[in-house]
């Protein structure tokens, strides 16, 4: 794919570049000609995922042992002419909600119990398995895929590797980290309200939430039954299509699994954006008080170059905007009070401190709100639905501000914030966030590209189209200062 | 609209909710009750009179074919 390098900041300028970086569709094309193998390609990788764990706290558990093993059947099948797909000898992070067979699953808790999903793999684990990949580890999550970081519970606290001070965001915080540091070259996040996209957001990469029913979510300890989701991470737009048409398809095993055709997405993405309509939402996604103009500008200036590219866009609103930030988190806090209700009552003290306010948020709700909030969705819905009659994506900032230092974070913030991400949750739609430029101070800012159902190629397809005259994706945290850090 | 008395309510739902929690969590839940409750109270919009919930239910997935 070409770049101009086009960039906006001296920080960005001063990132640098290194063949260790590989998008999965540089490795795949390396590995098939001879240039590397996967085990090369593993070891490497988990080598440095081991020297920078303690710096970064990407994973949970790294299984190194196991990965060389399939990467070395990667490059005996390769010897033997067998070709899998993009997937073989690719080392990928697994979000530590998803069960894996030869790693324990912890969610982040000593309240999960380690037997949950011992000895097997997830439906989307095991078809990544079967196309060849190779799994580094059990990448951090924020506990049960909600809470924040507590130190003292024993489990990696995660660090943003463009600066340790700030947060990754979460809740598949360790995947976020891990594509951006070379630490996998994709991986599984989850997404119920923006986990998949605010790390991809602010540790700057891609990360695609899915279509509800896309990908069978069985095999993942659940959030938030009725908007919970599995998305690929990684560098590129490019490389989450190749992970999600392997991801992608029907299983019985998910009851909301959705038994729709999955096209080949990577080969859908031709740089052809003409004629594309845009809808830009102004009212509280543009002219929040709380968005920071930096992250404003960025995405207007990414626009601009997508209507270069021959789309046309056009301001417009989207009305109850607010509202359906509220209901995305009233509907996800019922949800997962309910999973969470007896364990709550009866082992407290063994969520994080800063899990446990959260999820107790649950009980402050009545059964009436609940009901409430599922026919807010539908109006909600209806509106984005009429939206869709005239435009083929909409656009907004991925989060309003970029990531923030750690020591400023408060669960309560959630309720004053805005959010642009959960409401793609509510309406089940396609949402991919990918890099948009950079802040005058170094930090990854993002832009969100939203589609109607199961138009997953169409917001991959204008994601590549950007990163095709763009490389934010490509620029990678000074990691190299970390292992200083880590010693 | 009356003023919540949000020590008061926090305190039942605790209770209601069998949750015992430490006097900080407790002064969190405190003070965020009132917006909490504002934002559920804000979904209760009037165009939403004639609207389904987005929940279904079908009771023939129970006896498959």
């Not at chain 1, 710096?55 to 196991?66: C, E, R």
């Not at chain 1, 069960?99 to 949950?116: E, F, H, Q």
């Not at chain 1, 599984?188 to 700057?204: K, Y």
């Not at chain 1, 052809?272 to 845009?278: A, P, R, S």
Request: aromatic fraction near 8%; include cysteine; glycine fraction near 8%.
């Amino acid at each position: 794919m070409s770049t101009d390098l086009s960039m906006n900041s001296s920080a960005a300028d001063a990132a640098s570049h290194s063949h260790k970086f590989l998008t999965i569709a540089d490795a795949a094309a390396a590995l098939r000609d001879g240039s590397i193998t996967s085990v090369a390609l593993t070891a490497d990788i988990v080598e440095k995922a081991t020297a920078l764990n303690p710096a970064l706290g990407a994973y949970v558990t790294i299984t190194g042992d196991a990965a060389l093993a399939q990467a070395a059947a990667a490059d005996v099948a390769f010897a033997a002419g067998n070709d899998f797909g993009p997937l073989q000898g690719i080392p990928l992070a697994i979000k530590d909600i998803i069960a894996m067979k030869g790693a324990g699953t912890t969610a982040n808790s000593r309240v999960l119990d380690p037997a949950w999903g011992a000895g097997t793999d997830a439906p989307v684990v095991a078809r990544l398995r079967a196309a060849g990949s190779v799994f580094v580890g059990k990448s951090t999550t924020s506990e049960f895929a909600l809470g924040m970081p507590d130190a003292s519970k024993g489990f990696p606290v995660p660090h943003n590797p463009w600066d340790v001070e700030r947060t990754p965001a979460g809740s598949s915080s360790g995947t976020g980290i891990a594509v951006a540091a070379g630490l996998a070259l994709g991986g599984l996040g989850t997404d119920t309200g923006g986990s998949v996209r605010g790390p991809a957001c602010v540790n700057g990469h891609t990360g695609l939430k899915v279509t509800f029913g896309r990908v069978p979510k069985s095999g993942v300890v659940p959030l938030a039954f009725s908007l919970d989701s599995i998305g690929p991470m990684a560098r590129s737009a490019y490389d989450c299509a190749l992970l999600l048409e392997v991801m992608a398809g029907y299983d019985a095993s998910d009851p909301n699994a959705a038994d729709v055709e999955v096209p080949k997405y990577s080969e859908l993405l031709n740089g052809d954006i003409d004629g594309l309509k845009i809808g830009l939402p102004i009212p509280y996604f543009f002219d929040h008080d709380q968005l920071e103009p930096e992250v404003r500008d960025a995405v207007l200036s990414g626009v601009q170059q997508l209507v270069g590219m021959g789309a046309t866009s056009k301001e417009m609103a989207l009305p109850y905007a607010a509202e359906a930030k509220d209901a995305n988190m009233l509907i996800l806090g019922a949800e997962a009070y309910a999973y969470h209700r007896n364990n709550l009552v009866n082992r407290w003290e063994d969520y994080g401190n800063l899990t446990r306010p959260t999820l107790a948020r649950g009980a402050f709700y009545t059964a009436a709100d609940y009901a409430q909030a599922s026919r807010f969705r539908s109006m909600w819905s209806a509106e984005v639905a009429k939206a869709f009659e005239h435009y083929d994506v909409l656009i907004t900032p991925s989060a309003p501000s970029p990531a923030q230092l750690v020591k400023d974070m408060d669960p309560s913030q959630r309720l004053v914030q805005p959010s642009y991400t959960g409401h793609w949750n509510l309406t089940g739609l396609p949402a991919v966030a990918i890099p948009s430029g950079f802040t005058a101070s170094g930090l990854p800012l993002s832009m969100q590209i939203i589609g109607k159902p199961f138009a997953e190629a169409t917001v991959l397809k204008v994601a590549d189209a950007l990163q095709r005259v763009t490389n934010w994706h490509l620029l990678h945290p000074p990691v190299e200062t970390l292992y200083a850090t880590a010693a | 609209m009356p003023t919540l008395d949000s020590e008061a309510i926090v305190t039942g739902l605790l209770a209601a909710a069998q949750l015992t929690v430490s006097p900080q969590e407790k002064a969190t839940f405190v003070k965020d009750y009132p917006l909490m409750r504002s934002n559920a109270d804000a979904l209760y919009l009037a165009e939403l009179e004639f609207v389904e919930p987005a929940v279904t239910f079908d009771p023939t997935v129970y006896y498959p074919a």
